[in-house]
């Protein structure tokens, strides 16, 4: 049956995103802490007022503002600093019953300070004396930041004061905690402005950009390899940057190459690495694309065949893990790197699949153990799960695998999304844990079940789409057109642009007669890279992107973990595994 043809797009002002390397700035949570202290040493003052915003995709949402008593009086230069006075800080909470709040606040969370080597090393200092772990999470200095970012003619000083004064911030800093924090904020978000400029759209790469922060000037080298850029098009696509043997050096995507690959021959370019990779450079050579998703799809691919040594995503390219049952008359969950039919994924980290196994089995009734058991003639001694009543003891032949089998096929229901039995059971101790006022367990079980809940939802939605032989999406472009894709068994086949003003249905029925073939593999996702089909889905279901054509109708499972995804966002500020 042919698809009814397209209406022709509202135009909207729209700017093209690419996928980036690493964690997403869009989907990192920032608390934006400050301190008011007693003084300038950790190790002997004392912490006297915390304010702490956190924020998530340019969104305020959660904050938390209070006064500490440091036991001591504040010197006078302190109170005629802050204003804050001993009489003000009498009555409030000690750090010691201030600190397990503050600590969950920054769960999970990127720390961000205005000199956050002060604030971070009050905040170390006061979990050493009190017995607490500092959880180390990743450290942004504003600071840093902003002279990495901001050249010393716009920008003399990085003071929170002067940046608030040039970005005409709404809050005033005024040495007070909370205000100072809102301040930073506020900074902090004129910073990420920019640094998309500088080709910087992780979390890791600004990380690094902030740590690469010293003032550098382009050398002759870099002068001379201008150049290299006369030929790149202003054109979205993939650049590479290639070294005196030919081989690859970096690969990268952006809306307009010549642009950017310009940017990598200014004084703008800090990141000392990116430094090196352009000083090897003799060639780059491009790849004009027809939008964003082919952009990151050729990226992705591109990066996978050459491992170029300045990627960071090439030291480890598809390093994903899988939970799967092993193939023995008693399975057993086993983590490995690849994929089978039936297996719970892709993970980013062993860590993360690890976790997934031992929270599965607090509700399917497969065995703990790694031992080989087999059919029948097992004569082990029990162990103490079977005396806890956790395990059959298949092993000392007090179970029959017919016996055993409902377990493997729980699990098999639970990873289809057929069956969500054991969520509803795990969740269940979680309210019962919550009920009998066991807040700390409840809170691990609760953050536990959200990443298999995670997990589970990843493996579905990507499983589902990488089992279709065909799907052709249209986005609108912004311009009036239409981006087309059309995707094969989870990955990109075929990629255009019905401009504005075209017929689309023409140009989509000729983008599927030369779409490349692909031939399915074995396993959950077909053969389909797991990072491709995710860009894939994201295009897909984001921007107002509309199915043209899709053989077999596309569905995810009624009873997966996509129904438990409003349970799993409520945990998700501390939850460890993240899509």
């Not at 700017?15 to 980036?20: A, C, P, R, V, Y």
Request: with cysteine.
């Amino acid at each position: 049956m042919p698809a009814p043809p397209l209406p022709a797009p509202v135009p909207v002002a729209a700017q093209l995103s690419f996928d980036e390397l690493g964690t997403p700035l869009r989907e990192v949570t920032f608390v934006v802490l400050d301190l008011e202290t007693t003084g300038g040493a950790a190790r002997t003052d004392s912490i006297t007022e915390i304010g702490a915003v956190k924020v998530r995709g340019g969104e305020q949402i959660g904050e938390l503002g209070t006064f500490v008593d440091p036991g001591v009086g504040i010197p006078p230069n302190v109170v005629a600093l802050t204003g804050i006075t001993t009489a003000m800080i009498q009555g409030a909470p000690r750090i010691e019953a201030v600190l397990p709040m503050l600590l969950e606040f920054l769960g999970g969370t990127v720390f961000v300070a205005h000199n956050a080597p002060f604030d971070s090393g009050f905040l170390k200092a006061a979990c050493e004396r009190h017995g607490h772990r500092w959880p180390r999470p990743p450290v942004l200095c504003t600071a840093r930041l902003a002279r990495a970012v901001l050249s010393r003619e716009e920008a003399p000083s990085v003071r929170l004061g002067a940046l608030a004064q040039l970005f005409g911030t709404a809050t005033t800093p005024n040495h007070r905690a909370l205000s100072d924090a809102r301040a930073t904020v506020e900074v902090l978000h004129r910073l990420l402005e920019r640094v998309g400029n500088l080709g910087v759209q992780s979390l890791e790469e600004l990380l690094g950009l902030a740590r690469e922060s010293a003032p550098h000037r382009p050398t002759q080298r870099q002068r001379q390899q201008r150049v290299l850029a006369d030929k790149v098009p202003s054109a979205p696509g993939v650049y590479l940057f290639r070294g005196p043997r030919d081989e690859v050096l970096y690969v990268g995507t952006s809306g307009d190459l010549r642009r950017r690959v310009r940017s990598y021959f200014t004084a703008g370019e800090r990141r000392r690495r990116v430094r090196d990779m352009v000083a090897l450079a003799e060639r780059v050579d491009t790849v004009v694309c027809a939008h964003a998703l082919e952009a990151s799809v050729r990226e992705l691919r591109l990066i996978a065949a050459h491992q170029p040594r300045y990627n960071r995503r090439s030291r480890k390219p598809g390093n994903l893990w899988w939970v799967t049952p092993t193939a023995e008359a008693f399975p057993r969950l086993s983590v490995v790197a690849t994929a089978r039919a039936g297996a719970l994924g892709p993970f980013r980290s062993r860590q993360a699949a690890t976790a997934a196994v031992e929270t599965v089995l607090h509700a399917v009734a497969l065995r703990p153990c790694t031992q080989r058991i087999p059919a029948s003639g097992a004569a082990a001694t029990p162990c103490a799960l079977h005396e806890l009543g956790s395990c059959a003891a298949p092993c000392a032949g007090l179970q029959t695998p017919e016996e055993y089998a409902p377990a493997v096929e729980a699990m098999a229901r639970l990873v289809a999304g057929s069956d969500d039995h054991p969520l509803r059971s795990l969740a269940a101790v979680v309210d019962d844990l919550a009920a009998r006022q066991r807040f700390e367990a409840a809170a691990r079980d609760r953050d536990r079940l959200a990443g298999l809940i995670g997990a589970l939802d990843r493996g579905q939605r990507l499983s589902a789409l990488a089992a279709l032989p065909e799907l052709v999406g249209a986005r609108p472009d912004g311009r009036g057109g239409w981006e087309v894709a059309v995707v094969r068994f989870g990955r990109l086949a075929a990629a255009g642009v019905a401009r504005r003003g075209v017929s689309p249905m023409p140009v989509i029925d000729a983008l599927r007669l030369g779409a490349q073939t692909v031939l399915p593999a074995d396993g959950p996702l077909r053969g389909a890279p797991a990072e491709e089909v995710q860009l894939v889905h994201r295009w897909l279901a984001t921007g107002g992107t509309r199915l043209v054509h899709t053989e077999p109708p596309w569905a995810e499972p009624a009873r997966g973990a996509g129904s438990w995804r409003a349970w799993a966002e409520r945990a998700r500020p501390v939850a460890p595994e993240r899509d």
